[in-house]
């Protein structure tokens, strides 16, 4: 990749070299995908999570109390026990909570591709502990959806809808906890 450039030419030398300097592409095809998407870690990467709170000290801390953390012995079946207690109470906050988001997309008129849990790992979702989303607000590979997001009122109705998410899951979260329904679709 890359193309011929004169950097340094004189009589005495007569000398030209080859710099490799990168060139992009773009290509574009009309592409359907439009809407949302708000992604949670797949129940089968559970073990996995629950295994980065026992063997990273940091995460549980950020999580626990004190006196929790005074205990704190990773190899103690019953910190094993806390920790997978834990690690399912976050699952089902995000499931909530990535729900709750799309029920707000919903609301505005957005397409919504759902809640799912992510069957490929996303790091960013399982090296927490805590409640954790990605959310996917639209598809810059559709020119509508792109134009969408970059306006302001685009933005500002994206904005609105997840500050709305997250007071009502607040507010779930104070009021009556998490309640049994449906979990996002595995992908």
Known sequence: VGYKTVTHKNKKTKKTTTKKVPQYRYYSSPNPAKGTETYIWAI??????TGALKNNEDLYIDSTTSKELKDFNP????????????TKQYFDRSARLALTIEEEFVKTGRPSRQAQQRGKGIWVLQAVAMPAVLVEIGFISNPDEE???????GQEEITRALVNAIKRYKNTLETTGIKPGSTPTQK
């Open 44 to 49: 089968k990467k559970t073990s996995q999570k």
């Open 75 to 86: 190899d103690d079946p019953e910190m094993e026990i806390i920790l997978n207690l834990k």
């Open 147 to 153: 134009e969408y997001i970059n306006s302001q009122s």
